[in-house]
């Protein structure tokens, strides 16, 4: 029998388990590979002894309905960027994927499948240029990814905004306040437009469209003199103003993960300071959007990728990462997805379809 290994990396996402399932089944049925999980990323690779987990039928029936990843994850000790002490204690960050893939095959595995967003696959890509046969999965709620239209997680995350803003919505309504709402995204503003479309936001402000503040006031001020009185905005973690950066935090310790989120804050003082005069309530959805089970599109998406990755395993499509274009599922090479990310285009039907529907973006 054959050993593939498996790795879920970076933030989790609904799905994860699916992509498992997925692997686990199509492999059983093939009767040649075995498949085994490293705990926590690689970690698992590196531990002593390594903590590496057999994936049986117990292990996987019916998790593709669960969130997180039965083999857990980290955003720490990245294999690119692995923190070791120097002489003097100082942390330094040193490359140790060449170290990473020899100890894989030491361990006697035939193949590797890393689940994770664009960090992980450039660990795949720095593992596979040192000889390691392996494949990438494509994962992230951001969906801003390249190399594939969607990744699973994504309309997860959406779906949860959705049901959050429709909250918010009737307590809008019976206060006649202005609600922001902060959503996830990183730099790329997908969850917060297809959440302000979703849920009818009036305004939605995205790290790709910096917003002119008094633009915002105009549009909250016309609102309640034509007697609507009550705002929504959805805003993205990234977003900033036209003069302004961003709001972020620094790296936790072992860590290269600038944190974001705040900028719901930030908004509703500048919003005061430009003269907005009604109540104006913040909420940051935060990590809830990671959370729960899959929708029942991503568990399709997250299952089909596994099943495609070992399908690229058994036909020794090293190098590449599955992906889904054009309504296929297909693969390209790892370089395409350690690209740029993929953002919204402010130019773009989307953007201006919602505008259409009489969403402000600030621009
Ligand atoms: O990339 C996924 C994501 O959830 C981003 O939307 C967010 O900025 C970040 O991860 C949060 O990371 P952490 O889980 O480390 O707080």
């Not at 140790?96 to 095959?105: D, P």
């Not at 609600?179 to 730099?187: F, P, T």
Request: glycine share 12%.
């Amino acid at each position: 029998m054959k050993k593939l290994l498996i790795a879920t990396g970076g933030g989790d996402a609904p799905g994860l388990n699916a992509v498992i399932r997925g692997i686990y089944k199509s492999a059983k049925k093939s009767k040649e590979w075995e498949v085994y999980g490293s705990m926590e990323a690689f970690n698992g690779v590196w531990a002593d002894p390594p903590r590496i987990m057999k994936l049986s039928r117990n292990k996987t029936a019916g998790i593709h309905v669960k969130g997180g990843t039965i083999l857990k994850t980290t955003n720490k000790a990245d294999p690119l960027h692995y923190p070791v002490k120097d002489e003097h204690g100082n942390i330094q960050l040193v490359d140790r994927t060449k170290e990473l893939a020899e100890r894989i095959k030491n361990l006697g595995f035939d193949a590797v499948i890393s689940i994770g967003g664009d960090g992980s696959q450039g660990i795949s890509k720095a593992l596979f240029d040192h000889g390691l046969p392996i494949v990438g999965v494509p994962k992230t709620i951001d969906n801003d990814l390249a190399g594939t239209d969607l990744t699973f997680g994504f309309q997860t995350a959406v779906q949860i905004a959705t049901e959050s803003f429709d909250k918010l919505v009737t307590t809008a309504e019976s206060h006649h306040r202005v609600m922001i709402m902060e959503v996830m995204g990183r730099d790329a503003g997908w969850i917060a437009v297809h959440t302000a479309i979703a849920g009818g936001a009036e305004i939605c402000l995205i790290p790709e469209i910096p917003y002119d503040i008094n633009k915002l006031v105009e549009k909250i001020e016309s609102r309640y003199e034509k007697g609507r009185g009550f705002v929504n905005i959805v805003v993205a973690e990234g977003a900033k103003p036209k003069e302004g950066s961003v709001v972020s935090r620094s790296p936790e310790e072992g860590s290269r993960h600038i944190r974001l989120g705040g900028v719901a804050f930030t908004l509703s003082d500048q919003l005061k300071q430009a003269g907005v005069k009604v109540e104006i309530r913040e909420t940051i959805l935060g990590h809830v959007q990671r959370g729960g089970i899959p929708t029942a599109f991503d568990r399709v998406l997250a299952s089909m990728f596994g099943v495609k990755a070992f399908e690229m395993v058994q036909k020794g499509k090293f190098g590449k990462m599955v992906s889904y274009t054009n309504n296929d599922f297909t693969s390209v090479p790892l370089e395409d997805a350690t690209k740029e990310n993929k953002t919204v285009n402010p130019n773009s039907f989307l953007v201006n379809g919602a505008k259409s529907l009489g969403i402000i973006f600030g621009d």
